[in-house]
């Protein structure tokens, strides 16, 4: 069965501070990796990561895949009370029903 | 605009009631796919359809029912049998699969139902 695990869970930080949120996977048939991030209601697209497009970047955030680990990290610098959401991993595997696996998610609080 | 539109944003729902939540899409997707999601719990899947007039079930499927006569909707039916409803539920869709690029889904605003 497939499985997407993110740490923290829960994280708050002050305005200014780094961070960064893990995200592991256990896929049969890797496809992608994908972020998203959730604020209010409908999650918003951030980044997908393929096996031929392992790192990406906008802005403050940035997010590396590591095949070998089989996790990926999302970062945020200079945090902005306006990053305060919940980020979603979710992973695609190869093989037909492109339907995605999702963690639960970390909830970050930036604090002003 | 494209877009998915969810409907309605609420929902009270009281025991023993079945429900339908309506999920609409311009956007000419393939494929569409209904999420719950609960405090906590990140986002699981209930149902997803590839193309219209097939459907498949997902991990929590008991209790929901579907239909995708047409490509553009995707309807949700929250029944009886479902022993604890109340949930958020989303409604996204994607471009298929078979060697298309996948950009991700396009959710929808989400449905928050209750049961009263």
């Known amino acids: 069965e497939d499985k997407v695990v993110q740490s923290p869970l829960s994280l708050v930080v002050h305005e200014g501070d780094t961070v960064t949120l893990n995200c592991s996977y256990e896929v049969t048939n890797f496809r992608s990796l994908l972020w998203y991030k959730q604020e209010k209601k409908a999650p918003t697209f951030l980044f997908m990561l393929?096996?031929?497009?392992i790192e990406k970047k906008s802005g403050r955030l940035s997010s590396i895949l590591d095949k070998k680990e089989l996790s990926s990290i999302l970062n945020i610098t200079a945090t902005q009370t306006g990053d305060s959401a919940i980020y979603l991993c979710a992973v695609e595997s190869q093989g037909g029903s492109e339907k995605l696996v999702f963690g639960k998610g970390t909830k970050l609080t930036v604090n002003p | 605009d494209g877009g998915i539109t969810q409907s309605p944003k609420y929902l009270f729902r009281k025991e023993g009631q079945n429900v339908t939540l309506s999920c609409e899409q311009n956007?000419?997707?393939?494929?569409m796919y209904w999420y719950r999601q609960d405090p906590g719990q990140g986002l699981r899947l209930i149902y997803y359809?590839?193309?219209?007039?097939?459907?498949q079930k997902g991990d929590i499927a008991e209790g929901y029912s579907v239909s995708r006569e047409k490509k553009e909707s995707f309807p949700l039916t929250v029944t009886s049998a479902q022993k604890n409803p109340t949930a958020f539920y989303l409604c996204a869709s994607g471009r298929g699969t078979i060697g298309r690029r996948n950009y991700g889904y396009t959710f929808g605003s989400g449905t928050r139902l209750t049961v009263v």
């Open positions: 956007l000419n997707h393939d494929a």
């Open positions: 393929t096996s031929s497009g």
């Open positions: 359809s590839q193309i219209v007039n097939d459907f």
